[in-house]
C-alpha cells in the first residue's frame, strides 16, 4: 500500500484520538486576518498615530507570535491537526470555493516563522525606518506582507493560496518599489513582479487542471487522489505537477527565473529581510511540500529535471555573490544559492531536509540581512567597498553577523551545519551523489563569499565617509534576538535524537503528512557530514587567506580577475541580457505587426463600416425625411391653408349678405320639401 | 270658418318682412322687418288654434312663447345698437362689416 494512504490512515487515527488541537487551533484563523486589519487601520489612522502606524503593526504580529508559539508548543508535546473551511460559493455542483485555515505540522511551522521572524523584523524596523518618508504606508504594506504569506500558508486549498501569493506578489511590488522617486527602483519593483507574474501563470493553470481533474481543489483530497489514483491521473498530474513547479519556481527564485531577487533589494533593507527570510520566497518551496505527495508522484523522468534545476541553482548563483560589491546583493545571491538547496532537497524526496533548512535560514538570513541594514544605516551606502573596519565601531552587528555568517557557511554546531548536513545525507541516500557533491562545493562557496563579505564589511580599514557609530537599541536588540535561533535551532533536528518529551523536527512536520519517500537519516553520516563541513572550513580559510589578512591590499585583491569567469559573473551569465533580449526582440516586431494590423485591418474595417453608416444616414434623412415626411406635413398645412384662404372669401361681415343667403337657404329647402317631397 | 285671410295676411306681412330685412339700410328698420315676420307666424299660429280648437290651446301658448323670445331678442338687439352707433354715429348696416377676414 502506497506510504502516503497509510499517512492519511494515521491521520485519522489522530483525529479520532482527539489531537486536532482545541481552542488555540479553532481560532487560529485570527491569525490570517489580524495583519489585513492592522494593513487597513494603519491606512486609514497610521498619520494620525504616534508610533504612525507601526504599533499596529507590530501589535498584529505580537498576538499572532502568542498564537503560533502556543500552537508550536502543542504540536511539539502532542501534535496538532485540523482543518477549518467555509464554503464561499461553487461552480457548478461539485467544484466548490472554500476559505479557512490548516493546522498541521507544516502550517504551524510557518506561522511560527512568519509571525515571530516578522515580529522581530517590524521592531528593528522602527529604528530602521525612523525619519524616512511615508512610514504609515512603510509599515501598511508591511502588514499586507505578513499577512497575506499567513494566508497562503494558511490556506487548504489552490484557491486561497493563490489568493495569498498574488497578495505577497502584490506587497512586495509595493515595497520593492517603496522609494518610487527613483526611477532605478520602480523598474525593480515592476520586474518582480512580471517575472513572478509569468509563473503564476503556472501556478494558476496547474490549478485549475487539478482541481478540474480531481474535482475539488483541496491539498488533502489532491494529495489523496495523486496517491490513490496514479493510473488514471498520471498524465494529469504530470502535467499540473509541472504547472505548479513552474509557479514554485519563480516564486523562489529558481534558476532561470531568479533575476527578479537582486534587484529586489532596491526596497529598504528590512523588506528585504522580511522577503528573504520568512515570506516570499519560501512560498514556492512551501508549495512544494504542501503537495509533497504529488510531486512524490510525478513521473520518474520530471524529478531528475528538478533536482537539476535546483542545483544548477545553488551553485552558479552562489558564485554570483563573488563579485558583486553591494552587500545586500551578496546576501540576495546567497538567498537564491540556499533556496537551491531547499528546492532540491524537496524534489529528490527530503521534505524534511527541505523544510528544516527553510527553518533555519529563516532565522539567519534574516539576521544576516538586519545586519547589512544596520551597517548601511551607519555608513549611508550599500557597496562594501565603502565600508570595512567596522568590528571596533559595531561590535553588536559585528558578532551577530559573524554568527549569523557561520550559521549560513555551514559551521558546526550552528544551525546552517544540522540543515545543511540534512539535505546532503538526503541527496546522498536517495541516489543523487552527483547533486551531492555540487551541494558541498556550494557549500564551499558559501562559506567563501561570506567570509569576503565579513572581511570586506568588518575587518581591514574603513573606506568610507564620515564617523559610523553602533546602530541604536531598537535596531541591535532584534539582531540579538535571532543571533540565538540562527545559532542553536540546529539541534531541534540532529539525525536520530530526540529531545526529551518534545521528540524533534521531524516529528513534529509528520503529523499529517508522513510523506512517500521522506529518508530522514536515522543518525548522522559522518563522511557526508565531514566534508560538508571540511568545504565550509576550507571556504572560510581561503576567503580569509585573501581578504582578511593585510588591511592596505584589500582593496586591490578584491578587484582581482580571473579571466573568463569573473567577466562572466559580473554579467550575471548574460541572463538579464538575455530575458531582456527576448522581450525586447519579440514585443518589438509583434508591437510592429499589431501596429500593421490596426492601421490596415481594424482601421479598413472601421473606416467601412463608418462610411457605410454614413450613406445610410444620408440616404434617411434626404429622401425618407426631407421628401417623405416632411412632404406629407407640409402637404397637410398647405392644403388646409389654402382651403381655409378659399373659404373666408365667404365671410363677408355684411349682415344682409348672411340674412340673404339665410332666406335663399329657407327658400330651398321649402321647394326642396314641397315639390320634391 | 275659413283660414284663408289670415294667412293671406300672413303670408303678406312675412314678404314685407323679408323685403324689409334685405333692402332696409338702417338697422333698427331691420329689426322692426324681423319683428313683421314674427309677428305674421304669430297670426298663422292664432288662425290654426281658431280652427282646430285643441283642448290645451297649443297654438297660443306658442304665440305667447314667440312674443317672449321675441321681446328679449329685441332688447338685446337694440343695446347692440345702441352701442354701435355710440361708437361708430351711424346706424347703416353698410358701415358694420367689422366681422370678417
Known sequence: MSPWILATEEAEQAVEAGITGGFWADTAGIMLVLPLVAFILILAFGKRLKNQGAELAIGALAINTLWATVLFIQNMTEGVLATYSFEIGRIGSDLVFELGWVVDGLSIMMYFLVSLVGLIVFIYAVGYMHGDVRVPWFFAAFSLFAGSMLILVGAPNLIQLIIGWEGVGLASYLLIGFYWEDMENVVAGNKAFMVNKVADVGLILGAIILGLAVGTFDFFEINTAAAEHLETLSTVAVIGGVLLFFGAMGKSAQFPLHIWLPDAMAGPTPVSALMHAATMVTAGIYLMARMFPLFQNLAEGTRPWMVAIGAVTLFALGLLALVTDDIKRVLAYSTVSQLGYMMTAVAAGGYTAGLFHLFTHAFFKALLFLGAGSVIHAVHSNNMSDMGGLRKTMPTTYWTFVVGSLSLAGVFPLAGFWSKDEILATLGSEGYTAVMWIAVAGAFVTAFYMTRAVALTFHGEYKGHGHPHESPRVMTGPLVALAIPAAIFGLLNIPGVDLPGIGNFTRWLAVRVVPMGDHHAEAIDFVIAGSGLLAALLGIALGWRIWGKDRETQVERDSLEIPVLYPLLRRKYYLDDLALGVVGATTGPIARLVNWINDYVIDGIVNGVGFLVKGLGSFVYGILDQRGIDGIVHGLSAAADGSGSAVRKWQTGRVQQYAASFVGGVLILIIVFVFVT | ?101
Open chain 2, 1 to 101: 270658418m275659413l283660414v284663408n285671410q289670415f294667412l293671406i295676411l300672413a303670408a303678406g306681412l312675412f314678404a314685407l318682412g323679408v323685403y324689409g330685412l334685405l333692402v332696409r339700410r338702417n338697422i333698427v328698420l331691420i329689426l322692426l322687418s324681423v319683428e313683421l315676420m314674427l309677428n305674421a307666424v304669430n297670426i298663422n299660429l292664432i288662425a290654426f288654434e281658431a280652427m282646430i280648437r285643441s283642448s290645451d290651446a297649443v297654438g297660443q301658448v306658442f304665440a305667447i312663447f314667440v312674443i317672449t323670445v321675441a321681446a328679449a331678442e329685441v332688447g338685446i338687439g337694440l343695446a347692440i345698437v345702441l352701442m354701435i352707433f355710440r361708437n361708430r354715429k351711424s346706424a347703416n348696416v353698410d358701415d358694420m362689416s367689422l366681422m370678417r377676414w
